[in-house]
């Protein structure tokens, strides 16, 4: 049996607690499957004193994470505070600098410092480990990093976010709206006071650039992703999807395309029949599409203390064994960069619902300007005829448009003309189909 | 950058040419997320003179599989040979006590042998690796042997037979026959001439050993699991079980019980809305319930020349990068006996399809047998009235029973009982039902 691995944890929230447990739980198990013994020694949280349901008798408490992260007495630092600078940041750096292997759950982090701290983990040799950071408790990370080792990854797509998963399912399930939704969400504390982050996408694109690395040896950029929330998502889109045989997801989405890594969050229109269509609620799911796997999909919890926990401590577990893999699968030097693949060039079908003045001549017109730009239609569906017999009037007809893959360039274009011209009484609404 | 890694083939089938195909092709990435290369060494097949599409030149041609496996000239052998016994056995077995490490997809050799091989390769502190074993491209083994680590399994369970479930999706696709979809899938070269392997459950008996093993940490032992196949299963079935909102999977279960783990293979009742429901065709699907991560479902291509290896090669990888996991998990002076859970004593919910006679009194008396040990009926349908206005007369009519949580004995017991009360004119149709 080799030295007891020394773990120095900040931030004892409900993930820092939970790995606590865990590694308690657990101890004989990990410690027969590692090959040596694992023990907390050292911690470090803004409120010594509160109880946390866990035994932290003879562990140390450090009121400065970063004295934790350079202390003598750890081996192993887990960052659990969050945030993408301050602590977070500070104590990362310190451990690695020492060269200590780091745990970290800490997707903002990552997303903005990630390159930076893959860089001095590999000048210290440590360990830099996050698969807590993306889809909570599902290996994505692993599976991308190690377990698909042998493919050529064309796509990797998912959804990344429990809170929007969660509205986007309730609206359909129960009727409701988006407003209602997001009021139930920050009543049960999926969602926080300010929601932006969450719906607006942008927690979507930090785990999507992590991704993105992992699956296509990019340097990871938040930047250069293309982002939409999902706050402009209508009972009348999801009803349309329905309808037409797709569910809307927030996915975020990394593909091979002709230039570049494309990588982008936004809502999306699924087939219904896709695995991915079928996870509801906060469930979080990953799909892999490859040359040699074809389709993998990981499907399970995307938060909560325990999942998340459950992450953190295979991540231990791996470093108490031995096993060093570069952070982002390949070592920094062969990462290349990522070029912003404009969405202009995004190609694919997409759904357009258009609010249509009931004038004489209003079908033609749009179908008109679409086909001038080379778009075939897959379908179009008008709630109401768009002139009554009584000829026309100042009604609004929703007309819903499914298009065949076309790019989003002719998409916009033809949208412009169509407004341009007068027929249309609100802005439309755009929503890409992303098929299996 | 260290030496290279020497790699010896022994069967270049479809897998182990797409193994030759996946090294050659990523050969530049692999060599930089293991810091070391990968090269083809040495292979062994039946006729060295075949085209299989891929180039061994330069590559020592072994007509003993046992002599490649044992070669000074390579680091690591892949058996891809198959069989329990002969060639593949003798070649593992000769390259583990050679001190070299072994990367398998060779389940029937590792639901018989798999324990003493661990054992032969803990002594030589050799590798041993089978994630093609299970569930083809899906990385279940290391999700459950590194990324799972701090959890405790409560159950595991899987379609781990893509033979099965083609047969048994198309059966419901299509309203076919079983034996209308066997020939189907036997021309369409997913099922053997002699396809009792696959449909009587025993291939799924020899990946549920194995994940029972890497979940539970007990001794890999095929003989305790109770099997059953998919021969019986009519269209009847399939219908009734749309009809209650259920579909029938082949399942392999292990689950902890409180009395041991109990390991199981037969056609069982999914809710229509639970992941592995959605599980068509020759895919393959595994979920884990645990007590961290609650539940994971990963689904992916079961079988096919590039998803195993896609496998082989992550397996490959991970040995390059020097990782060195104990086979299943845990050392095996840890793993513990795994007891026969016998099949009465499971507990569970049951749907029961029974040939009615058409007697005054016999829905009653069902009823009453179910009642007297105990068994709560969840539903009871009857496809024609039990009797009509003309009374009793010899016609036969079906009615299916689901049953609320019981135990087996109980069951089998009740059906005993209504046999023998004379009112039933074929075997019971017995089938468990599985909840999420």
Chains 1, 2 share one sequence.
Do not use: W
Not at 122 to 129: K, N, S, V, W
Not at 217 to 233: F, N, P, S
Not at 408 to 416: M, Q
Request: hydrophobic residues 45%; proline residues 3%.
């Amino acid at each position: 049996m080799n030295k007891v691995l020394r773990v120095g944890i900040a931030g004892l929230g409900t993930v820092g607690a939970s790995v606590v447990r865990l590694l308690h739980t657990q101890a004989s198990d990990l410690a027969a499957r590692t090959g040596r013994a694992i023990a907390v020694t050292g911690v470090s949280a803004r409120d010594p004193g509160r109880n946390r349901g866990v035994d932290l008798s003879g562990v140390d408490f450090f009121a400065d994470p970063v004295a934790l992260a350079r202390s003598e007495d750890i081996d192993l630092f887990v960052e659990l505070i969050g945030g993408d600078e301050g602590a977070a940041r500070k104590s990362v750096t310190g451990a690695l600098e020492a060269g200590k292997s780091v745990v970290t759950a800490n997707k903002a982090l990552l997303a903005k410092h990630g390159l930076e701290l893959a860089r001095l983990a590999e000048e210290t040799h440590a360990a830099l480990a996050f698969e807590g950071a993306v889809a909570g408790g599902i290996p994505i990370v692993k599976t991308l990093r190690e377990g698909l080792a042998g493919n050529r990854v064309a796509r990797v797509y998912g959804i990344l976010n429990g809170t929007c998963n969660y509205i986007l399912s309730r609206m359909e399930l129960e009727g409701l709206s988006f407003a209602e939704c997001l009021a139930d969400a920050q009543m049960l504390g999926y969602a926080e006071a300010d929601p932006t982050f969450d719906i607006g996408g942008f927690d979507t694109a930090h785990k999507l650039a992590i991704l993105a690395s992992l699956a296509f040896g990019v340097k990871l950029d938040a930047d250069t992703i293309a982002i939409e929330g999902i706050q402009h998502i209508s009972l009348a889109d999801i009803e349309a999807a329905a309808e037409l045989g797709f569910r809307i997801k927030l996915l975020g989405v990394a593909q091979r395309t002709g230039h570049g890594v494309e990588q982008r969050v936004h809502p999306t229109m699924v087939p219904l029949s896709s695995p991915i269509a079928q996870v509801m609620g906060v469930t979080n799911a990953v799909t892999v599409d490859a040359d040699a796997v074809n389709e993998l999909t990981l499907v399970g919890p995307g938060a909560g203390g325990m999942a998340t926990a459950s992450a953190v401590v295979a991540d231990i577990a791996d470093i108490a064994r031995g096993i060093r893999s570069a952070p982002f699968g390949l070592p920094v030097a062969h990462l290349v960069n990522a070029e912003k693949s404009p969405m202009q060039r995004h190609e694919g079908g997409y759904y357009i619902r258009l609010a249509a003045r009931n004038h004489i001549g209003a079908a033609g017109a749009i179908a008109t300007r679409m086909a001038e730009r080379g778009i075939s239609l897959e379908s179009i569906v008008q709630r109401r005829k768009l002139y009554g017999d009584s000829g026309a009037d100042d009604s609004v007809v929703p007309v819903v448009l499914v298009t065949y893959a076309t790019t989003e360039a002719s998409v916009r274009d033809a949208l412009a003309a169509i407004v341009a011209d007068g027929h249309i009484a609100e802005k439309p609404q755009v929503i890409r189909i992303e098929r299996e």
